[in-house]
């Protein structure tokens, strides 16, 4: 698993992922792309509420931001959107204590997960 800091790939409150990210993103899909492994991208956020007209809570904000990099990889990257499950867990999965400012920094994440199931010939295999 691959964590990813939220301010590295992300300005605050936002999803559109930052120009400097994008390098990091193109190593990420260099690696991605030697695996058939099926890729789940979680997004994270810490316990202070959003509420704006785009993200009325902290879930619409976490499933934005996986649904971003999915989407920088593949259309961006040309890697196959079949191989990626996108999810937004919201403040629900901490890490750390959302009592520090350094705690909910550890809590906005993106977690990058190389499963267990292959794809080949566009079906789905358990591996052995």
């Known amino acids: 698993m691959l964590e990813i800091q939220d301010q590295i790939l992300f300005d605050s409150g936002r999803a559109e992922i930052r ?18 492994n099926q890729i789940v991208v979680e997004g994270h956020t810490d316990n202070v509420p959003i509420n704006t007209a785009q993200f009325p809570s902290n879930w619409e904000l976490s499933v934005s931001r996986a649904v971003r990099v999915v989407r920088f990889f593949s259309e961006q990257q040309k890697l196959p959107a079949k191989r990626f499950i996108a999810s ?22 993106v ?8 794809f080949l010939d566009g079906e789905t295999r358990q591996n052995e």
């Open 111 to 118: 977690n990058i997960i190389i499963s267990d199931l292959n």
């Open 19 to 36: 120009q400097e990210a994008q390098v990091l993103l193109q190593k990420v899909a260099g690696i991605i792309a030697e695996v058939p």
């Open 88 to 109: 937004g867990h919201g403040e629900f999965q901490p890490v750390a204590t959302n009592l520090t400012v350094a705690g909910r920094a550890q809590n906005r994440r």
